[in-house]
């Protein structure tokens, strides 16, 4: 048999706290981090298929064109990281997207840093 504590929460309050939105920053954060994760594999993935091809010869357009793709997704994942920050400051909103943004834009920071770190170590 289980024990009511005589504890339970009013509709109103149900209701309330079913009606917080997310926050702005924080959608904005989480879909800056979308977007610059599939971004960076696609400029990671088509260097590596110039590559293979024996289109190594680093001085053509194309890779140049990549790295400032890479570059640019970089910057997209830097301003990520600050709307998470400030979509988890924002008083009365949830947290739970921006939290999720900064964790995945943090991420794409710091595998971008060690991928680069990991090329330099090989050359």
């Known amino acids: 048999m289980s024990e009511d504590t005589g504890i ?3 509709a109103a309050e149900t209701a309330a706290v079913a009606r917080v939105p997310h926050s702005g920053p924080g959608i904005a954060s989480f879909v800056v981090a979308l977007i610059s994760g599939c971004g960076i594999v696609l400029c990671l993935g088509i260097t590596s298929m110039l590559v293979a ?4 010869d680093e001085t053509t357009d194309a890779f140049s064109l990549l790295g400032m793709g890479m570059f640019l997704f970089l ?3 830097l301003v990520g990281v600050a709307l998470g920050l400030v ?3 924002r008083p009365g909103r949830r947290r739970t997207l921006a939290a999720v943004g900064l964790v995945f834009n943090g991420f794409i920071l710091l595998g971008s840093a060690a991928l680069m770190a990991l090329g330099a170590l090989v050359k």
């Open 8 to 10: 339970t929460p009013s």
């Open 53 to 56: 091809d024996g289109q190594s």
């Open 75 to 77: 910057i997209g994942a």
């Open 87 to 89: 979509g988890l400051r």
